[in-house]
């Protein structure tokens, strides 16, 4: 059985926070063409990440670590030693993807095979 619930821009989740380092409710920023969740806002910090579907799960899906020369695909989490945790949103050009971070969108480079 799939979850029904509908979202909508505006309503609350609750979702770790990687900037705060807190769970607590954030705001639907954007939907998928389906009505799901894809981003959400954090009200304290503003930062806009990833929706993961739930706090319960382990970070056991944790990224892989940002490397240069491994190759990444779209929708990809990666882990960044200072950026910190990121998912792919694009690949740009054989080389260079986008990644979100917690903050902002950073264009990243990455191995192409
Ligand atoms: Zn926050």
Redesign the pocket.
């Known amino acids: 059985m799939e979850e029904k619930r509908v979202f909508k821009i505006g309503d609350r989740v609750d979702q770790m ?1 990687v ?2 380092n807190e769970e607590r409710g954030h705001i639907v920023v954007s939907l998928s063409k389906i009505g799901k969740i894809t981003r959400v806002e ?1 009200p ?2 503003a ?1 806009r990440v990833m929706y993961r579907g739930g706090t319960r799960r382990e970070s056991s899906k944790a990224g892989v670590p940002y490397d240069r020369t491994r190759t990444y695909h779209k929708g990809q989490t990666l882990m960044h030693p200072i950026f910190g945790e990121g998912e792919v949103t694009a690949i740009i050009e054989p080389k260079k993807m986008d990644v979100l971070f917690a903050d902002r969108i950073r264009r990243m480079m990455h191995a192409h095979s």
């Open positions: 926070c900037t705060c954090c304290m910090c930062s």
